[in-house]
Every structure is written in structure tokens, then in C-alpha cells.
């Protein structure tokens, strides 16, 4: 066979084996296996084909690896695999915060003290209750009287008394 086919062959394997570690799980083993189809392929391309032909096939292998692991990056996650590593993130509705958004609306125009600073989320202390608090603007030292003036997400948004509107 000619040494030119050769080099090609193990150029396509290695890149073949290569591709196929992001869908199956070798734990690394494929990778090794399609990185040394490379470089035998360019030890193959130096030592039978010309010189100009080993570079030729270490700038072909320079642009492929990178490409190559780009596309893995790009595509583990959508593979059977990749799902299982790295499930999607669930989508929060409104109805999951419903309970909790309910409970905390009770507190807006109360007042408080900050049992924790507040840089910005903190707990603080209303009616003997501990609430997970967000601060409007800035950060609020501990115990400082505040004032709920809204719910932002899952927290209690408050402002030092002092500053309340």
C-alpha cells in the first residue's frame, strides 16, 4: 500500500476514534488510542513521505485537535451521556414560588432587625420569625432596624429605617 494512503488512514482513524470518545464513554481510552493513530500518523508522514509532508500533517493535526474538541464541548451535553452528567436545568414557574411569595407579602411594611449584615442577603428578625432578606440597595449592618418594602424572588426586600420612604 502506499505510504501517502497510509498516513491518510491513520489520519481518519485517529480522527474517527477521536470523535467517537464523545459519544462513548472510554473514560480516556479512545482518546489515547485516536491520539496515537495521530501521531503514528505524522512519525508515518516524516519518516515515508517528505519533510514538507510531516509539517504539513503536524499543522493538519494542530488545527484538527482544537476543532475537534470545540465540537465536543459543543455537543457532550446534548449526547445520552452528556445528559446524564449534566442534567438541563429545571425552569422555575411561578407556581413553585406561590407559597412562599404569599408568606413573605404578609411582612412588606413591617418593621424588623437585621440578625446578620446584609451584603446584600441576610436574615433578619420579624415578629419573632427569622427571614431570608435581600437589601434594596447597598449593604445593612446587623442589627439595624429595617422595613419589608417588597419580595424579590425568594427573599424579603428591605431597607434600613432610617431610609424608608
Known sequence: MEPTVIVILLFV????????????????MLCLVGLAFLAAAIYRAYSDLTETAGHLSVAATVVALPTLAWIAVKTFHRTPWGKKIAPPNPIACAEEFAPQHEA??????????????????GACMFNGERINCV???????????????????RELEVRPLSESR
Open 13 to 28: 482513524a485517529g480522527l474517527v476514534v477521536l470523535v467517537a470518545e464523545i459519544f462513548i464513554p472510554s473514560y480516556g
Open 104 to 121: 413573605l407579602k404578609l411582612h412588606i411594611g413591617q418593621t424588623g432587625r437585621s440578625i446578620t449584615p446584609l451584603r446584600p442577603v
Open 135 to 153: 437589601a434594596e440597595t447597598g449593604m445593612i449592618e446587623d442589627d439595624t432596624e429595617i422595613k419589608a418594602i417588597g419580595v424579590r424572588g
